[in-house]
């Protein structure tokens, strides 16, 4: 009997995938979210558009919050760390939580290393903008990925530009010729090995996500149909004017992304999103998307 | 023989594969029409919630009971397998109630328990990798349910007449001997019919 394998931790991200998994601050969101068909909660202690609106140093969410999510929901609970902060994860870990976010959303602690997650026997998600980032993750022992996006803009065209830039990259590794994905292994910074198991397979290692601006049914369908294996929503349920309502049409539009009038029937009256943040009125260094490379 | 692969929520693509491996057509399952053209359905492991609200609300329930009362094979894995059973523990509510059985939810505990093991299993002559994630168990059966292995004295594998229900993940591995087990019980129901 063998636990916390990479199967095992692999395996665990393949049961999420079609779903939407949910980013709740309290036991009530989480319950709120489990009844619309979430397959997983995110507890924190601030989604990400109230993050950015607080400014100052994102942390790991008080373990209160993610034991009282974890009391009333029967679906896995995940949470975050910060980038190379490897206690808080040890932490989150003897909690119990069931996957942990090692997450640009939170203020970095490292700014050159990230958390060695082989070495857990939970398993972790990481973010990634390009193939390079995505394998680095990997080959670090991240067993799901997630496009980064912009977190908390309700904006989805950094997500979109992520998947599509990852999608196009597997694409042209497929391509390559043996002696040129060499080349390619050093101009990504990326293990030779993980490489080429893309151009053999055609596909990333784990299970890839869309995640970072995500806000009515038809951004979560937009990203099943760019290639996500399902989606992660931070703000935009608890952030809309009907999280309950937002929940399930978001859940509805991930299963039946190719269906459009199902698509359209469950976004009609659900009231306004998120407010939106556009991109280019974010200054450099409130951009979450370039922590952690 | 095509064996459709229920597509609401969960490991779709890895059972396709194994379908694939044991010498079937494996096909994903979004609408009720859909079951007309199979020869049996896999439920496949995923969030047992999130499959049993979208198997209500688009009419999958009846539909997959009249798929079964007409002989033909249901397996179920992990979520497959709690969404197959006639009662849950706890206060919560079933879902297909087609086997006799009694599953609890979670039974091993959170994702840090998860794990893989050798497994007997009846009708397979050498054992199986299983893994367990997040994994349910079989607490009580029916005198019809017939028990295909345990793990540490409880129930992890169980077949009553057409149905197939497994804790663990089959379509995790390389190891397609359960998927062809289940494709020759969709044979056998072709033959009858």
């Known amino acids: 009997m063998e636990t916390g394998t990479s199967r095992v931790k692999r395996g665990m991200a393949e049961m999420q995938k079609g779903g939407v998994i949910m980013d709740v601050m309290n036991a009530e969101q989480a319950k709120i979210a489990e009844a619309a068909g979430a397959t997983a909660v995110m507890a924190l202690e601030r989604v990400p558009s109230d993050i950015r609106a607080a400014g100052g140093v994102a942390r790991m ?12 929901v029967s679906i896995p609970v995940m949470a975050k760390a910060r980038i190379g902060h490897f206690v808080e994860a040890k932490v989150l870990e003897s909690l119990g939580v069931d996957y942990i976010d090692e997450s640009e959303v939170l203020t970095p602690a490292d700014e050159v290393f990230h958390i060695s997650k082989s070495e857990f026997t939970v398993p972790f998600v990481c973010g990634a903008k390009d193939l390079g980032e995505a394998l680095r993750r990997v080959q670090e022992g991240a067993s799901m990925l997630r496009t ?31 002696d040129e994905l ?64 937002f929940a399930r049409a978001i859940v509805e539009a991930t299963t039946h992304y190719e269906d459009y009038e199902l698509i359209a029937r469950v976004s009609k009256n659900l009231g306004t999103p998120m407010k939106g943040i556009e991109i280019s009125k974010l200054d450099r260094h409130e951009r979450m998307q370039d922590r952690g490379l | ?125 050498t054992p199986l990798r299983a893994v367990f994630i997040r994994a349910p168990l079989i607490k009580e059966v029916g005198p019809e349910v017939d028990v295909l292995s345990t793990y540490k004295g409880e129930i992890v594998t169980a077949r009553q007449g057409n149905l197939l229900a497994s804790s663990y993940h089959p379509e995790l591995t390389d190891d397609y001997r359960l998927h062809s087990y289940f494709l020759d019980m969709a044979k056998e129901a072709a033959a009858k019919r």
């Open chain 1, 182 to 245: 060499y080349h390619e292994a050093k101009i990504l910074g990326v293990p030779y090995d993980l490489l080429l198991g893309v151009h053999e397979t055609g596909r990333l290692p784990v299970v890839n996500f869309a995640a970072g601006g995500i806000a009515t049914p038809s951004d979560a369908a937009l990203m099943m149909h760019l290639g996500s294996d399902g989606v992660f929503v931070g703000s935009g349920i608890f952030k809309s004017d009907n999280p309950e309502k």
């Open chain 1, 148 to 178: 980064k996006g912009e977190p908390g803009t309700g904006n989805i065209v950094e997500a979109v530009r992520h998947m599509r830039l990852i999608m196009g990259q597997i694409r042209h590794v497929q391509n390559l010729s043996k």
């Open chain 2, 1 to 125: 023989m095509n064996i459709g692969v229920l597509a609401l929520q969960g490991a779709v693509a890895e059972h396709i594969r194994s379908i694939g491996l044991a010498g079937g057509t494996g096909v994903a399952v979004k609408r009720t029409e859909q079951l007309a053209e199979i020869d049996g359905l896999i439920i496949p492991g995923g969030e047992s919630t999130t499959i049993g609200k979208l198997m209500r609300k688009y009419d999958f329930i009846d539909a997959i009971r009249d798929f079964s009362a007409q002989g033909k094979p249901v397996f179920g894995t992990c979520a497959g397998l709690i969404v197959l059973a006639d009662k849950l523990e706890g206060d919560e509510e079933p879902h297909l109630r087609l086997m006799d059985m009694t599953v609890a939810r979670n039974a091993f505990g959170r994702q840090r328990e998860s794990f893989e093991t050798d497994l007997d299993v009846k009708g397979i002559d």
């Open chain 1, 61 to 72: 969410a008080d373990p209160t919050i993610v034991e009282e999510v974890m009391k009333v």
